[in-house]
DNA sequence: GAGTAGATCCGCT
DNA sequence: GCGGATCTACTCA
């Protein structure tokens, strides 16, 4: 089932970051289409939050798009990486969901190479992932139907535990700084930073076998 | 495997 | 000028 823009606005930020764990993400591309689940985020919560780009309520060029109607793809670079997060609450609220890391499920061959990497490294990053599945700077402010993306929901990719931690880079932001809105599939060895030890390699941290 | 330094560039102050 | 929601290579074990 495809996920509409009214989603992004059916739930608290931090709960919509947890519900697009196991979503799979499509890119049509013009060599076939590319799919990956989603197995990291993060929430970011409003003008409140010190760590979010709308912090203060402070609308610049490259913040804009944080701003706009819930479902609008949020792009910006990063130490010349790109980082994809999707919108979320209405217009005027800059609150969004960071992708952080996915499993790629098809295209694979497209993928390696976009990025010349095997294994986890191909995407277990928000950069990473990016370069991966070849998204730019041009979908920054269009809204997720404009775009070559799709989200939709597959039964087979089910958590079998959501683990919560703090997010990561987020330094000297008081409170914000430990606050518990970063999610992972636990075990799911796409997970950025992920220790070795706590790798789940019979499922990946599904429910069951694929 | 785990931890750290350096690269590198755009947008804002 | 400065610093960042990062990545990579290089170190030591």
Known sequence: ???????????????????????????????????AVIVETEAYVGQLDAADHGYGGRITRKNRALFAAPGTVFTYQMHRQTLLNFV????????????????????????????PKTGPALTNGPGKLTQALGLTMVLNGRLLPETPLTLSWDPIFQPREVQTTSRIGIANKGSWTAAPLRFLVAGNPFVSKQLKRDIDLDRYGWRSNN
């Open 88 to 115: 979320t609450q209405a217009v005027g609220d800059p609150q969004g969901i960071l992708i952080r890391a996915v499993q790629p499920i098809e295209g694979l061959s497209a993928m390696t190479q976009n990025r």
């Open 1 to 35: 089932m495809v996920i509409k823009t009214d989603f992004f606005e059916s739930a608290p930020t931090a709960q919509l970051a947890q519900k697009l764990l196991g979503v799979v993400l499509t890119v049509t591309t013009k060599a076939g289409p590319l799919r």
